[in-house]
C-alpha cells in the first residue's frame, strides 16, 4: 500500500511529485510512479525542434540537447519509486490500480496523469507517409516525426506546404501554427523563393481566444499565409504526394511539397474504459477542486483529465499548486478550498525571434500576466520560452521550486 500512486510520469506527474516531496509532509519512498517510459520528454521543446531552433536533425542528434530527453529516473527524487510498467486498469472502489502482469497495487490517494492518445493510424495514409523517409511529411508531436519535420524544412526546394490542425481537444493548440512560422523563417533563410503556406483547420478561427485569434489572423496575413477554416484532413497519398480534407461534406484534394500534420487526440483506451472516465473517455474530476467526482482520494491533473481548457504544460502547473494543496486538507479533515481558474498558456513562435504569450482561463476569458505586452509578438517572450523555461522545467520543476505563473512563490489559497 503506497500513501500517493502517480499513474504516469509524463511532465504532470513530475510537477506533482516535485510538489508533494517538497511540502516535506511525507517521504519520498510512500510515493509511487507508474511510468512505462525509460525516457522523459519535454515535449514543448519538439516545436524547436520542427523548427530548427535548435539547429540541424544532426546538431540536435550529435550535441543531444539535454533539456529534451532524461531519463525517468532523474526526473523524481530519488528515493520514490518509479515501477516501469504500464497501468492496465482502474478498481476505484477498492483503491487499487492494475498494471502489466496483472499486478494489482493499493493505494491511499491515487493521482491519474497519463497523458492522451496520439491517434495517427486514424487518417489513412499518414503513418506509412510519417514512416518514409523519403516523403516530405513531419509531425512535431512524436519525437522521430519531429526530427524528421526538420530535415523535411531543410530539405524543402519550394512549392506547396501545408501544415494541418486537428479538431480539439489538442495538447498546446498553437503548436500546429508555431511550426508554420518557424518554418517560413527558415525557409527565408534557405534562400528559398517560390513557395505557398497553406493552414487547415476544422476550426472556424485561426485560435479559440478572440483577442489572439485577431492577431494571429493578422500575422498569417502579413506573411502571405492562406487560412483554410472549417477544413477537416481526411488522408494522405505519399506515393501522389497529395492530402485529402473534407469540408461541408465535399471532398477537396491538395498537392503538396511539404506537409505538417498534428494527429486527432484522444482519451487512452485504459482510462476510457474504466470508472473514472466521463463520458468522453477523460477523467471526471471538479473542475476547481481537482477531486474525482465519485471517488474521494482519486485526482487527476494534466492532459488526461476532462477539464474543460486548453491541454497544456502551463496548466497542468497550475493545477499542481491547487491539487497538492487539496490533496492534503483532504487527508487532514480540512475543506478542500484550493480553486483551479482553468489556467492555460500558449505561448507562440510567430517567427522573426518572436512569440505571441497568450494566457486565459475557463470560458476563454484573458487572464494576463503581462497585459502591457501582449497586444502583440514580443522578443522577449521568446527569449523565455527559448532559453528560460527549458531550464526551469529542468532543473526546478522536478525540485517543486517552480509554481507556473506563480514562479517560485507557493501561491496560498484561503
Ligand atoms: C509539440 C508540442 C508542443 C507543446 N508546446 C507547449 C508549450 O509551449 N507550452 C505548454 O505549456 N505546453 C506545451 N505542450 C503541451 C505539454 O507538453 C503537455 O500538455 C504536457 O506534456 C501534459 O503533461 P501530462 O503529464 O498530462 O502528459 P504527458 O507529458 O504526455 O505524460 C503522460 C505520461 O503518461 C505515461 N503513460 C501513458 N500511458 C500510460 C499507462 N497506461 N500507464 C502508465 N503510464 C502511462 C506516458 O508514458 C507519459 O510519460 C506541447 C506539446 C507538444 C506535443
Request: contains cysteine; aromatic residues 12%; glycine residues 8%.
Amino acid at each position: 500500500m503506497y500513501k500517493f500512486i502517480v499513474a504516469g510520469g509524463g511532465s504532470a506527474g513530475v510537477s506533482v511529485v516535485g510538489q508533494l516531496v517538497r511540502t516535506r509532509r511525507i517521504d519520498p519512498s510512500e510515493i509511487l510512479v507508474i511510468e512505462p517510459s525509460p525516457i522523459h520528454n519535454y515535449q514543448p521543446g519538439w516545436t524547436m525542434v520542427g523548427g530548427g531552433l535548435l539547429g540541424t536533425e544532426d546538431d540536435i542528434k550529435r550535441k543531444s540537447i539535454h533539456f529534451l530527453r532524461q531519463h525517468t529516473n532523474e526526473m523524481f527524487h530519488s528515493q520514490v519509486n518509479i515501477l516501469q510498467k504500464e497501468v492496465i486498469g482502474f478498481d476505484p472502489e477498492n483503491n487499487k490500480v492494475i498494471v502489466t502482469g496483472d499486478q494489482e497495487i493499493t493505494y491511499e490517494s491515487l493521482i491519474v496523469a497519463l497523458g492522451l492518445r496520439l491517434d495517427y493510424e486514424c487518417i489513412p495514409g499518414l503513418v506509412p507517409a510519417l514512416e518514409d523517409s523519403n516523403s516530405p511529411v513531419g509531425s512535431i508531436y512524436r519525437w522521430p516525426y519531429a526530427l524528421k519535420m526538420n530535415k523535411s524544412i531543410a530539405n524543402f526546394k519550394g512549392g506547396n506546404a501545408i501544415f494541418c490542425m486537428p479538431s480539439q481537444p489538442v495538447k498546446c493548440g498553437g503548436a500546429p501554427q508555431k511550426i508554420m512560422y518557424l518554418a517560413k523563417d527558415q525557409f527565408v533563410k534557405n534562400g528559398v523563393n517560390d513557395y505557398t503556406i497553406n493552414y487547415y483547420m476544422p476550426q472556424p478561427a485561426i485560435f479559440g481566444v478572440p483577442k489572439y485569434g485577431e492577431i494571429l489572423k493578422k500575422i498569417a496575413e502579413s506573411k502571405g499565409i492562406n487560412v483554410h477554416s472549417l477544413h477537416t484532413l481526411t488522408k494522405v497519398d505519399k506515393d501522389k504526394k497529395l492530402v485529402y480534407f473534407k469540408k461541408d461534406d465535399k471532398e477537396i484534394q491538395v498537392q503538396y511539397d511539404l506537409l505538417h500534420v498534428a494527429p486527432p487526440h484522444k482519451p487512452l483506451e485504459v482510462i476510457k474504459n474504466s470508472r473514472i472516465a466521463d463520458s468522453t473517455g477523460f477523467v471526471n474530476i471538479d473542475k476547481f477542486t481537482l477531486r474525482h467526482v465519485k471517488y474521494p482520494n482519486v485526482w487527476s491533473i494534466g492532459d488526461c483529465s476532462n477539464l474543460p481548457t486548453s491541454k497544456t504544460l502551463a496548466a497542468a502547473l497550475s493545477q499542481t499548486n491547487v491539487l497538492v494543496h487539496n490533496i492534503f486538507n483532504a487527508i487532514d479533515g480540512r475543506p478542500v478550498n484550493a480553486s483551479y481558474t482553468g489556467y492555460s498558456s500558449c505561448p507562440i513562435f510567430v517567427g522573426e525571434n518572436k512569440l505571441l504569450l497568450c494566457e486565459f482561463k475557463y470560458d476563454g476569458a484573458l487572464d494576463e500576466s503581462f497585459p502591457f505586452l501582449q497586444g502583440s509578438p514580443h522578443i522577449f517572450f521568446y527569449w523565455m520560452k527559448r532559453y528560460f523555461f527549458p531550464r526551469v522545467y529542468l532543473h526546478m520543476i522536478k525540485r517543486g521550486w517552480w509554481f507556473g505563473r506563480h514562479t517560485v512563490f507557493r501561491p496560498k489559497f484561503f
